[in-house]
C-alpha cells in the first residue's frame, strides 16, 4: 500500500496526527512494501505526542479518544518483519520517557496493551532487538511509582499474582551482555525503590525469591572466573593481562554493590535473603574452605582470592548479621566446614530459573551438585602466646586444632608475601566494619585500644559495673561486658540457620590473649627480610591501630623485637651509603618519610585488598644491573623508614615531619670540587664513543657533598689549562677496575643519572623506565700504567668522600656514635 506522505502539512499539527492515525488503521498486513511507510508513522507518532504532551493536551485527547495504542499493538501482530518490532520499541520507550504529564503516563499504563508487549514473543537472537526491548522495560520502569506500579501488576484475595514487568526483566539477569544485566539491574532496584508492600512481599515469595540465590550462584561463577585469570598469571601458565583482571574485579565490585543497593532499598527480608544466600552457597561452602586447600584441589580458589573476596563482602555489603556471621566463623576450626553431599542446608535453593542459555563452568557446577550441610565443633581456645618458633610453625600451620582467626595469624608469621597481605587486608577490613560490635572486635583481638579505653571511661562516668576498676587495670577486657553473649549468639546462629552442628557449650576465649597474639605476629612480620615494603607498610599501620596506652600489653619482649628488627634495618642503610646509588639516599629518606608518616595517620591501609591479586610474591629484585641496585635501595630505605617511624610510635614520641638528617655543610677548601683544574687534576686519556672514532679529552672525577660526577673535558686549543664539557657521568657507582691485560686501560660503569620511582612524573610505565636504564662502559685509554693508577686512585678518593658526606648527614638518623665516618669505612674495608 503507498501512502501519500509529500501531502503538505503542518509537521506539528493535530490534523497531522490524525493524519498518521488513519494511514496506521487502514494497515491489514506489514510486508516489505510497506514497512517503511509504517515505520516512519510509528516515529511520527511519537514525536507528536511527546510534541502535544508538553505543549497542548489536544493531542494526547486525541490519543486516547482513536486508541492508537491498541493499534499499535495490532501492527506489531500482522506485521512480518523485525524492524517493525524494533521501530516500535523504540516508539512506545520514546513517549514513556518524554511524558510529563502524570494522566498520560496512568492511560498508558491503564491497560493491558504495555503487559501486552511485555511477554510478546519477541525473537531475541536478534541483538538489536533484544536491546530495544531492554530499553523499553527500563523505560517503563523509570515511571514507577505507588501508583503506577498498581497498573501492571494482577491481585487475587489483595495479593500480586502476576507482574510481567518485573518477571520478564529477571529473565535476563544473567546475560552475557554487561549493558542487559546493567539495565535489569537499574529495573529490579527502580522496583524495590517504590516501596509496595504487595509488591515488596511478591518479589519476596517463591518462586521469585530464586531471584537472590541464583544472583549469588551467578556471582560465584564471577568469582571462580576471576581465580582462574589470577591462578594463570601467577603460576605464569598462559599470559593474562592485567587489564583482564582488573576488569573481573570491576564485574565483582559491582554485582557487590547492586546486592549492596538491593539491601538499601528498604524492602522487608531482602537483606535476611542476601545475607543467606551468600553464606549457604558462596561464603561456607567456598571461600572458607579455601583457606587450608591444597594446591592440587582444582574445584577449589586459591587462599587469597578467597581473602580478597571476603574484604570486599566485609567491605561493600553492609549487613550486621552478615559481618557477624563472618566474624563468628573466623573461630570456627577449618575441619568443620566439610561438604556433606547426601544432605543439603537450610534455604538451599536450586538453580532451576536460571536463564537456559547460561552455562556455569565444571568448577559452578560441582558446587552446585554438592552443595551441602556443615558440621562444626568448637574447642577451647588456646591461652598461650603465639611464637614463630612454636605455635606459628610452618609445619604445622593447619592443625587441626587451628581456627580460621590463627590461620590468618599463622599466615602473616610464616605465609609468603601474598598470604601476608591477603591476611593483614582481611584483619584491616575487619577492624574497618562499622557493622561488627567493638565486643566482636575485641574477642578477634582486633579491638583499638583508643575504642576500649573511650568504651571504659564512658562506663566509669555514668557509673556502669566496673568500667572504673577495667579502665586503670592491665587486665581489662570487654569479657564482663558481653564478648560471649554476642560471639555466642552468633555461634549458636550459625548452628540454628545454616547448618552448623555440635557447637561445643564451653567457648573459652580471652580477649587479652587475643591481643597478645595478634600483636606478637605483627611484631614477628618486622623479622622477616622476604616481605615486601608495601605488605610490612600495611602491618605497621594495622599494629599502631592496636598500640596500646599500657605498658603491660606492649611489653619489653615487643619492643626487643622491633629494636632488633630496626637494627638490622639500620644497617642495611648503612651499607648502602657506599652503594651505586648513593647518592639518592638522602632524597629518597626524606620522600619516603612523608610518604610512610601520611599512611600511618591514614584512616585506612595505604594497599586496597585488590593488590594482593596481582602480586608477585617478591620481595627483592633480582639482577645486577643499577636499576636493580636501584630498586634494592629503594627497598631497603622504605623499610628502614617504616621501622624508625615505628619504633618512635611504639615510644610513644611524637614524630617529626621531616626526618632527623644533619644539613648539608659548605664544601672543603681541600675538596677536588673547588681546586680541580686541568693543570692540576686531569689526566689526558682517549676513548672511543664509535668504532674507529677515538677522540683526546682530559679526565676529572670529583665529589661535592652527596652529589659527585666523573667529566670528560676537551681542551680549548687557543687556551690553555680551560677547556669545555663534553661528557658528564654520576660518580657513584663507577666501580674504577684497570684491565687485566692492558695495564693502562681503566674501566667505568656508567649508570643511569637518575632513578624512575623516585621521579613518577616523568616516566608513564614501568615497562618503559627498565628498557631506558641500561647502564653503560667507558674504557679509558691513557698515556702509561702510572696516569692510569693515578686516575683509578682519584676515583676510588672521591667515591669515599661522597660516601663519607651521606654517611655523616645520617648519622643522627642512625644514631652512629661510634668512630668517625673515615674510620669506619676503613674499618669495613678491612
Known amino acids: 500500500m503507498w501512502f501519500p506522505f509529500w501531502r503538505s502539512r503542518n509537521r506539528f499539527s493535530l490534523d497531522q496526527l490524525r493524519y498518521l492515525t488513519d494511514l496506521l488503521q487502514q494497515v491489514t498486513v506489514v510486508n516489505d512494501v510497506n514497512k517503511d511507510s509504517v515505520i516512519e508513522a510509528l516515529r511520527s507518532i511519537a514525536e507528536l505526542v511527546t510534541y502535544g504532551d508538553q505543549h497542548d493536551p489536544a493531542f494526547f485527547e486525541f490519543f486516547m479518544e482513536k486508541q492508537i495504542l491498541g493499534d499499535f499493538v495490532r501492527i506489531l501482530k500482522v506485521s512480518r518483519t523485525v524492524t517493525v518490532a524494533l521501530q516500535l520499541l523504540q516508539t512506545m520507550s520514546i513517549m514513556i520517557q518524554n511524558l510529563r504529564s502524570d494522566h498520560a503516563i496512568y492511560y498508558i499504563f491503564s491497560n493491558e496493551h504495555i503487559n501486552y508487549l511485555i511477554t510478546y514473543s519477541f525473537d531475541f537472537r536478534n541483538e538489536e532487538l533484544l536491546s530495544y526491548y531492554i530499553s523499553f522495560l527500563r523505560a517503563i520502569s523509570g515511571k514507577l511509582n505507588k501508583n503506577t506500579i498498581s497498573l501492571l501488576v494482577k491481585t487475587q484475595n489483595d495479593e500480586i499474582v502476576s507482574f510481567p514487568l518485573y518477571a520478564e526483566a529477571i529473565r535476563f539477569a544473567f546475560h552475557d551482555e554487561n549493558m542487559v544485566r546493567i539495565a535489569v539491574r537499574a529495573l529490579t532496584l527502580n522496583v524495590y525503590h517504590v516501596g509496595d508492600e504487595c509488591v515488596n512481599r511478591y518479589v519476596t515469595s517463591t518462586p521469585l525469591a530464586d531471584y537472590f540465590s541464583n544472583l549469588v550462584v551467578y556471582f560465584r561463577k564471577q568469582c571462580l572466573n576471576l581465580d582462574g585469570l589470577v591462578t594463570k598469571a601467577r603460576k605464569n601458565t598462559s599470559p593474562v593481562d592485567p587489564a583482564t583482571i582488573y576488569s573481573a574485579v570491576d564485574e565483582i565490585e559491582d554485582a557487590l554493590y547492586y546486592f549492596s543497593d538491593i539491601i538499601s532499598s528498604g524492602v522487608p527480608n531482602l537483606g535476611r535473603l542476601i545475607t543467606d544466600n551468600l553464606l549457604q552457597l558462596l561464603i561456607f561452602p567456598l571461600l572458607v574452605p579455601a583457606l587450608k586447600t591444597d594446591s592440587s584441589d582444582e574445584t577449589q580458589i586459591f587462599p587469597t582470592t578467597s581473602l580478597y573476596l571476603l574484604c570486599c563482602i566485609l567491605r561493600i555489603v553492609k549487613i550486621k548479621d552478615l559481618a557477624s556471621c563472618i566474624a563468628a566463623a573466623l573461630f570456627c576450626p577449618l575441619e568443620v566446614f566439610i561438604l556433606t553431599a547426601n544432605s543439603k542446608p537450610n534455604g538451599f535453593i536450586s538453580g532451576n530459573g536460571l536463564p537456559h542459555d547460561n552455562q556455569w563452568d565444571h568448577h559452578d557446577t560441582a558446587m552446585q551438585a554438592n552443595r551441602a550441610s556443615l558440621s562444626i565443633t568448637i574447642p577451647n581456645s588456646s591461652t598461650s602466646q603465639i611464637h614463630r618458633e612454636g605455635f606459628f610453625s610452618k609445619h604445622d600451620q593447619f592443625a587441626d586444632h587451628f581456627t580460621l582467626r590463627d590461620v590468618l595469624l599463622s599466615y602473616i608469621v610464616s605465609g ?112 622477616r627480610s622476604d616481605i615486601a615494603a608495601e605488605t610490612l607498610l600495611d602491618g605497621a599501620w594495622l599494629l599502631r591501630q592496636l598500640l596500646p596506652y599500657s605498658e603491660g600489653e606492649f611489653n619489653n619482649r615487643h619492643l626487643k623485637l622491633l629494636k632488633d628488627s630496626y637494627v638490622k634495618c639500620s644497617s642495611a642503610l648503612l651499607r648502602e651509603t657506599r652503594g651505586i646509588w648513593c647518592d639518592f639516599l638522602i632524597t629518597g629518606l626524606t620522600d619516603e618519610w612523608k610518604k610512610c608518616k601520611k599512611a600511618f595517620e591514614a584512616s585506612s591501609p595505604k594497599n586496597d585488598s585488590k593488590s594482593i591479586l596481582l602480586q608477585s610474591g617478591a620481595s627483592q629484585v633480582a639482577g645486577e644491573s643499577s636499576f636493580a641496585a636501584g630498586e634494592r635501595m629503594y627497598e631497603i630505605v622504605k623499610v628502614f623508614v617504616l621501622c624508625h617511624q615505628l619504633q618512635v610510635f611504639a615510644s610513644g614520641e611524637t614524630l617529626p615531619d621531616q626526618p632527623p638528617i644533619t644539613p648539608s655543610t659548605d664544601c672543603p677548601v681541600t675538596s677536588r670540587a673547588k681546586r680541580a683544574g686541568l693543570e692540576a687534576d686531569a689526566i689526558r686519556c682517549r676513548i672511543a664513543f664509535e668504532r674507529g672514532k677515538e677522540r683526546h679529552f682530559c679526565f676529572l672525577a670529583t665529589s661535592w657533598g652527596t652529589s659527585g660526577w666523573v667529566f670528560l673535558v676537551e681542551e680549548l686549543p687557543l687556551k690553555q689549562l680551560h677547556g669545555v664539557v663534553r661528557v658528564a657521568a654520576p660518580l657513584a657507582g663507577s666501580n674504577p677496575r684497570v684491565d687485566d691485560k692492558h695495564s693502562k686501560w681503566l674501566h667505568l660503569r656508567i649508570r643511569p643519572s637518575s632513578l624512575p620511582f623516585l621521579e613518577p612524573t616523568k616516566s608513564d610505565s614501568r615497562k618503559l623506565k627498565t628498557k631506558s636504564l641500561i647502564d653503560g662502559r667507558w674504557t679509558l685509554a691513557f698515556k702509561d700504567k702510572q696516569s692510569c693508577k693515578e686516575a683509578e686512585s682519584m676515583v676510588l678518593e672521591e667515591l669515599q668522600l661522597q660516601s663519607m658526606e651521606v654517611e655523616r648527614r645520617l648519622k643522627h638518623l642512625l644514631d652512629l656514635d661510634g668512630p668517625d665516618p673515615h674510620q669506619r669505612h676503613e674499618a669495613m674495608d678491612e
Open 416 to 527: 609468603d608475601c601474598i598470604q601476608v597481605s591477603g591476611s593483614l587486608s582481611m584483619l584491616a577490613t575487619l577492624l574497618q566494619t562499622k557493622e561488627l560490635d567493638e565486643s566482636m572486635l575485641d574477642a578477634l583481638g582486633i579491638l583499638p585500644q583508643r575504642k576500649q579505653h573511650k568504651k571504659l571511661l564512658l562506663q566509669a562516668l555514668v557509673g556502669e559495673g566496673s568500667g572504673e576498676e577495667q579502665l586503670f587495670s592491665s587486665e581489662n577486657s570487654l569479657m564482663k561486658d558481653g564478648i560471649s553473649g554476642e560471639l555466642d549468639g552468633y555461634l549458636q546462629k550459625l548452628k540454628d540457620q545454616y547448618g552448623l552442628s555440635k557447637l561445643c557449650e564451653e567457648l573459652g576465649i580471652s580477649p587479652q590473649v587475643h591481643r597478645y597474639q595478634v600483636l606478637d605476629a605483627l611484631v614477628s612480620l618486622f623479622r
